[in-house]
């Protein structure tokens, strides 16, 4: 890593701070805490959710199977982009239409108390097993690539993570998403064109475009292909419409927000994967044999396949963006989900406390110190992880949300629809999605698979796609069938108060909210992310000042131009 680099990673670092700085004062009441108080603009809900939904992955094991298998590693981010589409026809406008604060009111309205705590001690659990696990991963990365510590690395990132967190608030979350957003969209365009440079000047060459980068391999069957990309765009379309998820909408001022915000997100999700993996696949057209140049990495060399492409065919200092858009995207998903738990606790204990003239500044920072304590947890995990040598966290981390994440997510999608279902089937569908899902990762392995009929020719490795997409389809048929019947099986009556919630939940989702878009608040946000993207450019002119060659100092003025438009256009 050079000292540009380091310059360049440093810049970006200051403009995270910055941007604290700004919004730190936007998140004085519990509700300016939790969503805003509904002002926050589209187009920063909209990024927010776009960040959220990938991480540092991408980059490096996204880009392992786009170096190894081609084309197919689209059908992931492109199902983010149909689940964004149907959220801004649909999902978004209604999730919207409830007029709550955070998801779990939601689940409370639906399925009763019960189902709500279940939710909660879920999602709080999902996120430090999730936010952990992430941190730990892209800690071990970047200690390859900077010569630091693990646990050097794990700190320092924990500490931006707490820091955001403990000034906190949507604004602050939603702000730095946007503006790292922005950075990362600019970045990736760059890098594209300076893709197709180095196929015009014959360094590189395309890939073959024949079967095997379309299907994933030489040996591979169209048919599983086609099957796991439609489970891939089923498992994201559930995953982004369910009420779990409906924090993402709930920050914006009306229906015509929360449909821009999804809307945006999806236009984003369609042009984005193909910069981003343009590098990769280029990697893989080229024949570069990963494992023999880091052999350290063993099997998982096909992980730096971009990150290799940065340092050998990109100027100095781009890797300095590079590992500050993986910083980024680290970052993101975890203040946003601490953001999230924070404000679920303060909805919870609202009820406790006793009215008083200082109870919304004591909600804030009881908002404010659970997050602290989110974060410092995981890097109280994370130095513990370190400590051990396990060879499958990834996979531990799959498996868990396997086993709760679409447990959870099938029941919050279906709120939005009059099942008649009673409370308890809101808790029960949990338990039968994990039974099942449990149920079929250990009934449905290679040896089972290549039973049934028209699958015993397949070898093991693509029967694992069939596999996922027959797990996925009986968790559909047995949790949306359970809801559906479970009142057939027990239908107690319900009070009366609940009665009330329930017909004001379905009402409220017919009744849009509008408002008068002409509101002080929202006429004069997009003036401070301009300003911060025009720091942006000047630090990106400064790099490019500070480069050594030509191709740099062009690289560095082609993304603070970049910046410059974006900030032009939020003028």
């Given amino acids: 890593m050079t000292q540009l680099d380091k310059v360049a990673l440093f810049f970006s670092i200051v403009l995270i701070v910055l941007t604290i700085v700004v919004y730190r004062r936007r998140a004085e009441t519990p509700d300016g805490f939790i969503r805003g108080s509904g002002n926050v603009p589209w187009w ?29 590693v689209l059908m992931i981010f492109w199902g983010n982009a149909l689940g964004f589409l149907l959220a801004a026809l649909y999902f978004a406008p209604r999730f919207r239409r409830l007029r709550v604060s955070t998801y779990s009111d939601i689940i409370a309205l639906r399925y009763g108390k019960a189902t709500q705590l279940l939710y909660v001690v879920s999602q709080i659990f999902l996120t430090l097993m999730t936010a952990s696990i992430g941190l730990y991963g892209v800690s071990l990365f970047l200690s390859a690539v900077l010569g630091l510590s693990v646990l050097t690395l794990a700190v320092l990132i924990g500490s931006i993570i707490i820091a955001i967190t403990l000034v906190g608030g949507v604004w602050i979350v939603s702000a730095n998403n946007f503006i790292q957003m922005m950075q990362l969209a600019v970045l990736t365009l760059v890098i594209g064109g300076f893709c197709i440079s180095l196929l015009v000047s014959d360094t590189l060459i395309l890939p073959a475009f024949d079967k095997a980068f379309w299907v994933g391999g030489s040996d591979y ?27 993402r909408f709930l920050t914006t001022a009306d229906d015509s ?12 999700f369609v042009v984005g994967p193909v910069t981003w993996f343009l590098p990769p696949w280029l990697m893989g057209a080229a024949d570069i044999d990963l494992a023999a140049l880091y052999p350290q990495l063993g099997k998982d060399a096909a992980n730096v396949a971009y990150v290799h492409f940065i340092i050998h065919y990109l100027p100095s200092g781009v890797l300095g963006l590079v590992i500050s858009a993986m910083l980024a995207v680290t970052i993101a998903p975890i203040t946003t989900a601490f953001n999230r738990d924070a404000g679920v606790m303060m909805t919870l204990i609202m009820p406790l406390l006793k009215e008083s003239g200082g109870m919304a500044s004591r909600l804030v920072m009881l908002g404010r110190a659970f997050g602290v304590m989110q974060g410092i947890i995981v890097v109280l995990f994370v130095i513990m992880l370190s400590r051990l040598e396990m060879l ?51 009934w449905l392995d290679a040896e089972m698979l290549q039973q049934l009929p028209g699958l015993s020719g397949f070898p093991a490795q693509q029967l694992v796609d069939i596999r996922l997409a027959l797990a996925l389809v009986i ?12 009142r057939y099986l027990y239908a107690p009556g319900r009070s009366s108060r609940r009665r009330d919630e329930l017909s004001r939940f379905f009402r409220n989702l017919r009744k849009p909210v509008i408002v008068d878009q002409q509101a002080p608040e929202r006429s004069r946000a997009p003036s401070m992310p301009a300003r911060l993207l025009w720091v942006a450019a000047v630090l990106s002119l400064a790099l490019a000042i500070f480069s050594s060659s ?22």
Avoid at 50 to 63: D, L
Avoid at 475 to 486: E, M, P, R, W, Y
Avoid at 554 to 567: E, H, I, N, P
């Fill in 475 to 486: 968790q559909i048929i047995s949790v949306v069938g359970f809801l559906c019947l479970a």
């Fill in 221 to 247: 069957s169209v048919a599983i292909m086609m099957v796991w990309s439609a489970a891939m765009l089923i498992k994201q379309f559930i995953s982004i419409n369910n009420a779990t998820s409906s924090y």
């Fill in 257 to 268: 927000g929360a449909r821009k915000a999804a809307l945006l997100a999806s236009i984003l």
């Fill in 392 to 442: 499958s966290l990834f996979d531990i981390m799959i498996m868990f949300g396997v086993l709760l994440q679409m447990p959870l997510a099938l029941p919050a999608l279906m709120v939005l629809f009059n099942t008649r279902t009673p409370d308890w089937a809101g808790w029960g569908s949990v338990l039968v999605g994990i039974s099942v899902t449990s149920g079929s990762y250990l």
């Fill in 550 to 571: 030509l191709a740099g100092a062009a690289f560095f003025v082609c993304v603070a131009a970049g910046q410059l438009v974006m900030a032009q256009l939020m003028r």
């Fill in 44 to 72: 920063m809900a909209g990024s927010t959710a776009f960040m959220t939904q990938f991480s540092a992955w991408t980059f490096t094991g996204a880009a392992q199977k786009a170096f190894e298998n081609g084309f197919s």
